[in-house]
């Protein structure tokens, strides 16, 4: 049966679940509506009933209950058909899909709770308008199927609610809600009052229920006593009989005689009497002791006696209203008092939990946008219960939080100290190499300058060298010396490149540089690094070279270079690949694209990349590298850095400046 449940839509699961629990309200208020409505004794599911009303009670009801049942589990089927999709919650990556979603789990239990209260409620003052029965009857009715209505749209409540938090633990939200916003005080009140609603109306119903029989009771001994009472003796006709009844002091101006043929027809009654009346009478004449009833849940009741009169048999009797006005009068206004006193302690008792659950909420809210002011600020325990406890976790996690921020704070320094000599020690290999070529050529050139000097001394004098053997020595000379700015220009273009990196940390002033800027000093520093790994950096721009761009140059270099060195990392030693370094604009903005061949990154890089300190490289990284390099291009520059990766052909970082 389980396994057969399970396989079933969502939609018709929930539903299911629902008209279940509204089952059991059904089946339980049964048996109580002909207590709590005061039912003629012996006139349901019979012989008797089926006479006067062609049904048994419990046809009826089921009948009615099935039809209404039907139509909410239509209703419901209707309501839940968005449930269906919610199984595929694994695979939402669409943001709208996802947030219609969190919407309807959020939504649809206050939703249905309405729907369940208010509906079938405005569908019976509707019928009961049509109708137009009697005050007393709309009032009892009216109550009952307020009170029933009510239980179910709490217990349809509470299934949808669990239903939906299953789905909504299952999305794991983290920062935020969606739907209609309904606070705890709200949630409460609305709970607690439908309860006292329910308890209300189900207490009046009992204990009007109750006054009524014993009203009714009451009366009955009263007139039956009477007419006993009244000297019959002397009647002389049905007349006569009929005037000393008449006689007898009335409780109400509604109550009246009434005589009957002993073939149930009527003889004489001010009031016209219902076939369920004269009916009643003549099947339980000796079953209640003259004690009749009229129709179901119509506050009219009768005693009478059998009484022979010139040698024919009549029913002799009094019918009266057991219904008053008084009892009404009395009774609703205490109601409506305690209710609203307990409605006032309601809402007192729930705006309290809802303070103090804001506190709470309000100071984790502020500690999560990095307030400083409240990282130090601690709760006071007013309630020895759960709040105290949701206090006194937070005081503890105030004070954890506190010591991790110390903590982190005083080794951060550490942490970004050892990856500016990660990245100065790369730099530095760079260098080495970068200017040993330079360096070495004008050591050469040196000898060089200084053979040529030395042969130019020896000259000096010496006949056989011509003018022309001068020119030529000075023309070598020249050469060398040229070849040797050459260098050092080099050198000079290196050093202040490495200079601009080494106080990039600590200088972040504001200049305007050209693309001209950046491809230079990246060329310089990264050269080293490609030449090493034999891998070729392949250079696209679309856009004019002069194109001007305002921030630090040093930082934006950083980045640039941080991820070609990724890039090269990510061949793992393979020679002869590429990476592409291409600039174009788009909408306004310089768009700076490096992409490798390398594979693709890893799932678990990809999830946190940007957003923790994670690294590939083991021991030999920090993971700072593109967590600083986001936070470079965001703070100096306005922009963002994103990512496309796939598995098994490689990854493209994109630097979005504006220009």
Known sequence: MKKTFNKLPENVKLAISCISGLIVVAIIYNPLIPLLLNYPPGSINNSFQVEVNHFYYNTQYF??????????????????????????????????RLQKTIKTCFNYPLLIFLVTLILPAILLVVLWLVLRQELSLVIKLSFIFSSMLTLMALFAYS?????????????????????????????????????????VLFSFLILYSQITQEKGE?????????????????????????????????????????ILNDD???????????????????????????????????????????YNIDGSEYILGIKYSVFSNDVISSVVPLYILLFVINAIFTYY??????????????????????????????????????????????????????????QIRSSQDLIVEKERLASLGQMIGGIAHNLKTPIMSIAGAAEALSDLANEYHDSVGNQEVTTE??????????????????????MSDVITAIKGQAVAFSNQATDVFT?????????????????????????????????????????????????????????????????????????GKIIIEIRDYAGGLPENVKEKIFKEMVTTKGKGGTGLGLFMSYSNIRAHFNGKITFETKEGEGTAFSIEIPQ
């Open 515 to 587: 693309l001209e800027d950046i491809l230079r000093q990246v060329d310089i520093l990264m050269k080293h690094e490609l030449n090493n790994a034999l891998i070729t950096l392949n250079t696209y721009i679309v856009i004019p070279p002069t194109t001007t761009i305002k921030g630090n140059i040093n930082s934006l270099v950083q980045v640039i270079n941080n991820i070609i060195s990724n890039a090269i990392q990510a061949y793992e030693g393979k020679q002869n690949e590429n990476i592409d370094l291409s600039i174009h604009g788009e909408d």
């Open 469 to 490: 053997d001068h020119y030529e020595i000075a023309k070598d000379m020249h050469e060398w010396i040229e070849k040797t700015r050459t260098h050092l220009a080099y």
């Open 218 to 258: 009451s009366l009955f001994d009263y007139y039956k006593q009477a007419i006993e009472s009244s000297d019959l003796s002397k009647a002389n006709s049905v007349d006569d009989a009929y005037n000393l009844l008449g006689g007898i002091e009335f409780k109400s101006g509604s109550d009246s005689v009434f």
């Open 349 to 406: 008792v729930a705006r309290t939990l809802r303070n103090n659950i804001k506190v709470v909420s309000t100071n984790l809210s502020n500690i999560s946008k990095n307030s400083e002011t409240y990282i130090n600020h601690r709760l006071s325990v007013v309630s020895n219960d759960e709040i105290g406890d949701l206090t006194i976790a937070f005081n503890k996690i105030q004070e954890m939080n506190k010591n991790n921020i110390e």
């Open 63 to 96: 009948s009615m209950a099935v039809v209404v049942l039907t139509v909410i589990f239509i209703l419901f089927l209707f309501l839940f058909k968005r449930v269906n999709k919610l199984s595929e919650i694994e695979n939402l990556e669409d943001s709208v």
């Open 159 to 199: 299934i949808t609610k669990a239903f939906f938090q299953k789905i909504l633990n299952k999305i794991g939200i983290k920062d935020s809600t969606y739907g209609i916003r309904v606070n705890v005080r709200t949630t409460l009140m609305l709970q607690f009052y439908s309860l006292l609603l329910f308890t």
């Open 264 to 306: 149930g027809t009527v003889y004489k009654s001010k009031d016209e009497l219902s076939e369920f009346f004269i009916k009643y009478i003549f099947e339980y004449e000796n079953t209640y002791d003259g004690h009749a009833y009229d129709y179901y849940a119509v506050p009219t009741q009768g005693a009478f006696i059998r």
